[in-house]
């Protein structure tokens, strides 16, 4: 599982501080999302991805694992 | 799907629950036209909804020709220089930046215990007036008046002042250039405060009309946004939020059971009332499709049903009901997108400690009239009660 943060889209709500607090913390300078860890425990999977639901920023990516490109 | 309606703001709710939203707001995608003869696309779809908010070719900027203004009264403050609620990236996100860290998780987090004494001290002198009372003069307006004022700078002692001048500055019954009165009484009263600020005092209002490059427009127009915002939601969720626990018991003895629970309930009593219902602005920039093939063109203007998308069955089931339990954190009540209101740490610890320390400190809390006789505020673009008369 891999986790990635685009901080230009970032609009500093929290919301992932709230809901995965052991991968995500807000800067104090800016309030911008830093990522605590980029390859955090698969038990943490379903709040990841509640997290990345409710970013309003669209800033979170959460990807399973690594999957093929398949051409349509 | 190109029917146009005539529809007001606030849509009148009469004939049906008042915790509902306004008949009037259909399911499905409507054209509509408003006061002044303007065609709006009004959208209700939980995804259109989310889609739009998040889509940087809406623009939420009031100086677009095209953009919707749900009252005359809107309309005469189109700004210069508006508020960052009302400009689009990067004018917004350079004003929103400088108030991102007063409403840091952690910051918020920080404040419990003072937003904790707040409650503890407004609820004290409420039981000590004795029952019955006014929970809306008494609590629910007083606690985050106290909070905001604290957080901005503003001395409390002038709340009458401003409390009337916000609301008659959300009124939609009142002549226009009253409207435009009210706001130039908040922004001269701001201007004026920011100016005495200036030299060192603490407080957002402070540090804004310390920095060289805002003007003193620019400072008191954010400073106002900031006062209605933390005013007029907070209080009217407040006492909302306890008129519908009062009529659902089983929720709120739930919730005296389950105290741990009370974070939950208000993300669901956010969703169930969406109290910002008159519908959210936008205008599209480009062509931009929809759900189910809508497209809304270039230059054609939006409004943003929040409650009904707050009701989408699919993703709340049994939308319609209330259900402390319910894992609602989905909900769009603070809207979505680079606008996210800003202040949701901070509404949601007060509504938090509010609501559990007001289930905990007055378990016999009773309407003190008729159901019928409570008076709702639906001629403000916020929805709320005028009273809330309790006994205990
Ligand atoms: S939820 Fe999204 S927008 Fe909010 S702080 Fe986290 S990354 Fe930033």
New interface residues.
């Given amino acids: 599982m891999h986790v990635t943060v685009d901080q230009d889209r970032c609009c500093s709500s929290g919301q992932c501080v709230l809901t995965a607090p052991d991968v995500f913390d807000q800067s104090e300078e800016d309030g911008l999302v830093l990522l605590l860890q980029d390859r955090p425990d698969p038990a943490l999977l379903p709040k990841l991805r509640t997290a990345a639901a409710l970013c309003p920023g669209g800033a979170i990516t959460v990807a399973a694992e690594q999957v093929e490109e398949v051409e349509a | 799907m190109s029917v146009v309606d005539d529809i007001s703001f606030p849509a009148p709710r009469e004939s049906g629950c008042p915790f509902d939203p306004p008949p009037a707001f259909r399911r499905a995608a409507t054209r509509i036209s408003l006061w002044d003869g303007k065609p709006c696309w009004m959208l209700t779809d939980y995804r259109d909804v989310r889609a739009v908010?998040?889509d940087r070719r809406f623009s939420a900027d009031t100086r677009n020709p095209a953009f919707p203004f749900l009252l005359p009264g809107q309309q005469q403050l189109r700004r210069e220089k508006p508020n960052f609620l009302r400009l689009d990236d990067p004018e917004h996100?350079r004003l929103?930046?400088m108030l991102?860290?007063d409403?840091?998780?952690?910051r918020v987090e920080a404040m419990r215990p003072d937003i904790q004494r707040i409650v503890d001290e407004t609820l004290d002198a409420m039981v000590g007036h004795g029952s019955p009372a006014d929970l809306v003069a008494e609590f629910a307006l007083p606690v985050p008046s106290l909070v905001i004022c604290d957080l901005l700078g503003v001395p409390y002692e002038d709340h009458e002042f401003f409390q009337r001048q916000s609301v008659r500055l959300l009124d939609s019954t009142i002549p226009p250039q009253d409207v435009r009165a009210a706001f130039d009484l908040l922004i001269e009263y701001l201007t004026d405060l920011a100016a005495t600020k200036h030299a060192g005092s603490t407080g957002i209002l402070a540090k804004l009309a310390a920095r060289d490059d805002l003007s003193a427009e620019e400072v008191a127009n954010n400073g106002l946004l900031l006062l209605l915002a933390g005013h007029e939601t907070t209080a009217n969720m407040t006492s909302l939020s306890t008129l519908v626990l009062l009529r659902n018991p089983a929720q709120a003895d739930r919730l005296r059971a389950e105290p741990e629970l009370i974070g939950g309930a208000v993300e669901e009593l956010l969703r169930y009332l969406t109290i910002v219902d008159t519908g959210l602005p936008r205008v599209a920039m480009e062509d931009v499709e929809l759900s189910d093939g809508l497209v809304v063109k270039a230059g054609e203007a939006v409004l943003l049903i929040l409650s009904m998308a707050n009701r989408d069955e699919e993703l709340f089931p049994g939308a319609t009901d209330l259900d402390v339990t319910r894992d609602a954190?989905?909900h769009l009540a603070f809207?979505?997108?680079?606008h996210?209101c800003?202040g949701?740490?901070l509404a949601r610890a007060e509504l938090q400690i509010a609501l559990s320390t007001l289930l905990r400190r007055l378990p016999r809390l009773r309407l003190a009239v008729p159901f019928e006789e409570v008076a709702f505020r639906n001629e403000t673009l916020i929805y709320g009660l005028k009273q809330l008369p309790v006994a205990w």
């Fill in positions: 908010l998040s996100a929103r930046k991102t860290t409403f840091l998780i952690k954190r989905r809207g979505f997108g680079v996210q800003l949701q740490p």
